[in-house]
């Protein structure tokens, strides 16, 4: 324990109030040297335990130290081998960042001061504490980026615009520097260019599938001057080995520097919350769920994308933490099959190639594609910043530009480049992804043979199970009671939804059970 020879109030100490003291401790955050400056705090001058935790909180954040706020949870950046992350602050971490930033001490009978270690009940309560001093952060970013009014945002920690850290080589931020306000026709066509020639080899299948790569690109760079959600981007071949993967790692190794870290994922909803809440959590730029192999109908991940947070209980927290989706979700799979609810929230960037074994490709432009993005990030990062520049000179034109359900800022912002830039086909492929559900096709086959059988009369339930059983809209290794309950589910979701033409709807009772007519719409 530290003795301070300080001596009671007449020395100019504050009861129960806080100062500041002649003590710096050096803080090493990436490639920035920080000073952090501790606060006294005489403990036991302070017998309500709530403005004890409100003097360490208030030390916290004044400190300098690394320690913000998501959604009323405290956090902490932290560096690590994988890069910098954001991480929840439980007790013992909350502890060490409270000695950090705060020295308490106990008034002795003999009117020294003794430093003690924060005491542990204060640093709970802080925890528990509604009130939150800590400056909001909603994620880590690895290179510049643009916020409102195409402004870029180029400077190392954390920027209070746009709640980000960014933590980038001085290099990258360099790279962000003298960018033309107006910038002329030749510099536009000299980024797309560039970034065109990373995607050179990659056998896109229409123009909109190279869209929504660059897309992809900008939505990374520009999140935060985006208003609401990003919907996600699926990458789909019909065939291994086309480049799927590879496509998505160009894309997040211009923005990151680094290797793509894909996110496990599960079918299993209550494991997929967990994940993907930890993954939000950390302040991620990217979700990358790659090459996906089951049936993806996520509930959860729908929520997510639409709703922009989600819940669940932490380590250390008896509480539910509400964790900010600032993240870009991307896909991967061959031929994917996904419910018509996730479909809806994807942008399709499809690859198609003529070989039957893409993988035994040789004839690249550029072989070594990730020593070629190496060499050229600064100025790949530097093309996209021009690109979003060429919207502001375009004053912001969005006319024409096509607009996606749940998703319009997000439309409006990067169509507006994209248009701005000359890049054609955006959104135009969305209607193509809608096909990849399977159970949407043999609910229509269903339909279409249930009007063909029956031609609008009333029916049970119970009547259409041989044919639903057909059809594989119920499971036939379970009983019939559970596949009729599953039939009846089903018929009610689907109600007065229009499917080949033809519309189901629920008609009267018939003893206690519904019944329900096909009728042709059109």
């Given at each position: 324990?530290?003795?301070?020879?300080?001596?009671?109030p007449?020395?100019?100490?504050?009861?129960?109030?806080?100062?500041e003291?002649d003590?710096?401790?050096?803080?090493?955050?990436?490639?920035?040297?920080?000073?952090?400056?501790?606060?006294?705090?005489?403990?036991?001058?302070?017998?309500?335990?709530h403005?004890?935790?409100?003097?360490?909180?208030?030390?916290?954040?004044?400190?300098?130290?690394?320690?913000?706020?998501?959604?009323?949870?405290?956090?902490?950046?932290?560096?690590?081998?994988?890069?910098t992350?954001?991480?929840?602050?439980?007790?013992?971490?909350?502890?060490?960042?409270?000695?950090?930033?705060?020295?308490?001490?106990?008034?002795?009978?003999?009117?020294?001061?003794?430093?003690?270690?924060?005491?542990?009940d204060?640093?709970?309560?802080?925890?528990?504490?509604?009130?939150?001093?800590?400056?909001?952060?909603?994620?880590?970013?690895?290179?510049?980026?643009?916020?409102?009014?195409?402004?870029?945002?180029?400077?190392?920690?954390?920027?209070?615009?746009?709640?980000?850290?960014?933590?980038?080589?001085?290099?990258?931020?360099?790279?962000?520097?003298?960018?033309?306000?107006?910038?002329?026709?030749?510099?536009?066509r000299?980024?797309?260019?560039?970034?065109?020639e990373?995607?050179?080899?990659?056998?896109?299948?229409?123009?909109?599938?190279?869209?929504?790569y660059?897309?992809?690109?900008?939505?990374?760079?520009?999140?935060?001057?985006?208003?609401?959600?990003?919907?996600?981007f699926?990458?789909?071949?019909?065939?291994?080995?086309?480049?799927?993967?590879?496509?998505?790692?160009?894309?997040?190794?211009i923005?990151t520097?680094?290797?793509?870290?894909?996110?496990?994922?599960?079918?299993?909803?209550?494991?997929?919350?967990?994940?993907?809440?930890?993954a939000?959590?950390?302040?991620?730029?990217y979700?990358?769920?790659?090459?996906?192999?089951f049936?993806?109908?996520?509930a959860?991940?729908c929520?997510?994308?639409?709703?922009?947070?989600?819940?669940?209980?932490?380590?250390?927290?008896?509480?539910?933490?509400?964790?900010?989706?600032?993240?870009?979700?991307?896909?991967?799979?061959?031929?994917?099959?996904?419910?018509?609810?996730?479909?809806r929230?994807?942008?399709?960037?499809?690859?198609?190639?003529?070989?039957?074994?893409?993988?035994?490709?040789t004839?690249?432009?550029?072989?070594?594609?990730?020593?070629?993005?190496?060499?050229?990030?600064?100025?790949?990062?530097?093309?996209?910043?021009?690109?979003?520049q060429?919207?502001?000179?375009?004053?912001?034109?969005?006319?024409?530009?096509?607009?996606?359900?749940?998703?319009?800022?997000?439309?409006?912002?990067?169509?507006?480049?994209?248009?701005?830039?000359?890049?054609?086909?955006?959104?135009?492929?969305?209607?193509?992804?809608?096909?990849?559900?399977?159970?949407?096709?043999?609910?229509?086959?269903?339909?279409?043979?249930?009007?063909?059988?029956?031609?609008?009369?009333?029916?049970?339930?119970?009547?259409?199970?041989?044919?639903?059983?057909?059809?594989?809209?119920?499971?036939?290794?379970?009983?019939?009671?559970?596949?009729?309950?599953?039939?009846?589910?089903?018929?009610?979701?689907?109600?007065?939804?229009?499917?080949?033409?033809?519309?189901?709807?629920?008609?009267?009772?018939?003893?206690g059970?519904?019944?329900?007519?096909?009728?042709?719409?059109?």
């Amino acid at each position: 324990m530290k003795m301070l020879d300080e001596k009671g109030p007449a020395a100019g100490r504050l009861h129960g109030a806080q100062k500041e003291v002649d003590t710096t401790i050096p803080y090493q955050g990436g490639s920035v040297n920080c000073e952090i400056s501790r606060t006294e705090i005489i403990v036991n001058e302070i017998p309500e335990l709530h403005e004890r935790s409100r003097l360490m909180l208030e030390a916290v954040a004044q400190s300098g130290r690394p320690v913000y706020q998501m959604d009323g949870t405290p956090v902490r950046i932290k560096h690590t081998e994988k890069g910098t992350r954001i991480e929840p602050v439980n007790a013992d971490a909350m502890r060490h960042e409270i000695s950090q930033s705060a020295c308490c001490l106990k008034e002795l009978s003999d009117g020294s001061c003794k430093e003690i270690d924060p005491p542990i009940d204060a640093v709970r309560d802080a925890l528990a504490s509604a009130w939150m001093p800590l400056a909001p952060i909603n994620g880590v970013a690895c290179h510049p980026v643009v916020t409102d009014g195409c402004k870029i945002i180029s400077r190392y920690g954390y920027n209070r615009d746009t709640g980000l850290f960014i933590d980038a080589p001085p290099d990258i931020l360099q790279a962000a520097h003298n960018i033309p306000i107006v910038p002329s026709d030749a510099e536009v066509r000299d980024s797309i260019q560039l970034i065109g020639e990373v995607v050179y080899d990659f056998p896109f299948d229409t123009p909109a599938d190279k869209a929504g790569y660059y897309a992809l690109l900008l939505t990374l760079i520009c999140r935060p001057m985006i208003t609401g959600q990003i919907p996600a981007f699926m990458v789909q071949a019909a065939t291994p080995g086309t480049g799927k993967s590879l496509l998505v790692e160009t894309a997040i190794k211009i923005i990151t520097g680094a290797g793509a870290i894909p996110t496990a994922f599960t079918a299993d909803e209550e494991e997929a919350r967990k994940i993907l809440h930890a993954a939000l959590l950390s302040g991620c730029e990217y979700i990358l769920l790659d090459n996906i192999n089951f049936r993806l109908k996520s509930a959860v991940l729908c929520e997510v994308i639409t709703a922009g947070s989600l819940n669940a209980r932490i380590l250390g927290y008896s509480k539910m933490v509400r964790a900010i989706n600032n993240a870009t979700f991307v896909l991967t799979s061959n031929n994917p099959d996904m419910s018509r609810e996730v479909a809806r929230r994807c942008v399709p960037i499809t690859l198609s190639c003529d070989l039957e074994n893409p993988a035994s490709r040789t004839d690249f432009k550029h072989p070594d594609l990730d020593l070629f993005i190496r060499e050229n990030r600064p100025a790949l990062i530097r093309a996209a910043l021009v690109m979003t520049q060429a919207w502001a000179a375009a004053e912001w034109d969005t006319s024409g530009v096509r607009v996606m359900g749940s998703f319009e800022g997000w439309s409006r912002t990067i169509g507006g480049i994209l248009k701005a830039c000359g890049i054609p086909g955006f959104l135009e492929n969305t209607a193509d992804i809608m096909d990849s559900d399977s159970d949407a096709e043999n609910w229509t086959a269903f339909i279409t043979e249930w009007y063909r059988e029956h031609e609008g009369s009333q029916v049970k339930a119970r009547e259409l199970l041989p044919m639903a059983l057909r059809h594989g809209l119920v499971d036939s290794r379970k009983p019939e009671s559970f596949q009729l309950r599953s039939l009846g589910r089903l018929f009610s979701r689907k109600r007065n939804t229009v499917h080949g033409g033809i519309k189901v709807i629920k008609s009267t009772e018939q003893q206690g059970n519904l019944t329900w007519k096909a009728l042709k719409v059109h």
